[in-house]
C-alpha cells in the first residue's frame, strides 16, 4: 500500500512551476481559461508521454475502462457539421 507520494507526483517537483507560470503569463496562455489551465495540460502531457501514449484518446479510453458504467455514451443520432470555408465561383454557379 502507497504511503507516500506517487512517482510522477515527485518527478513533477523537479519542474519548476513559477518558471512555466512566468512564460504562461508572458504569453497571456491562460487567457480565456475556465478549468484547464497551462499546467495542467502540461501535466497530462507529460503523463501521457510517460505512459507511452498515442494521444489523450487513450487516456480517455483508460478512463472509460475504469469507470465501467456507460456515462460516456451518447444516446440518439449525432451529427456533426463541417465549418470550413469553401470559396465558390460565381461563374460556375
Known amino acids: 500500500?502507497?504511503?507516500g507520494k506517487y512517482v510522477y507526483a515527485q518527478s513533477v517537483e523537479f519542474l519548476p512551476q513559477w518558471?512555466?507560470?512566468n512564460i504562461v503569463k508572458k504569453y497571456d496562455g491562460n487567457r480565456n481559461v475556465k478549468h484547464f489551465t497551462c499546467w495542467n495540460q502540461l501535466l497530462v502531457m507529460t503523463f501521457g508521454q510517460?505512459?507511452?501514449?498515442?494521444?489523450?484518446r487513450d487516456l480517455i479510453d483508460?478512463?472509460?475502462q475504469?469507470?465501467?458504467?456507460n456515462d460516456f455514451e451518447i444516446k440518439g443520432k449525432v451529427y456533426a457539421f463541417d465549418?470550413?470555408?469553401i470559396?465558390?465561383?460565381l461563374s460556375v454557379f
Open 1 to 3: 500500500m502507497n504511503k
Open 19 to 21: 518558471m512555466f507560470d
Open 50 to 56: 510517460l505512459t507511452n501514449q498515442d494521444s489523450l
Open 62 to 64: 483508460v478512463a472509460r
Open 66 to 69: 475504469k469507470r465501467g458504467n
Open 83 to 85: 465549418s470550413t470555408t
Open 87 to 89: 470559396d465558390l465561383c
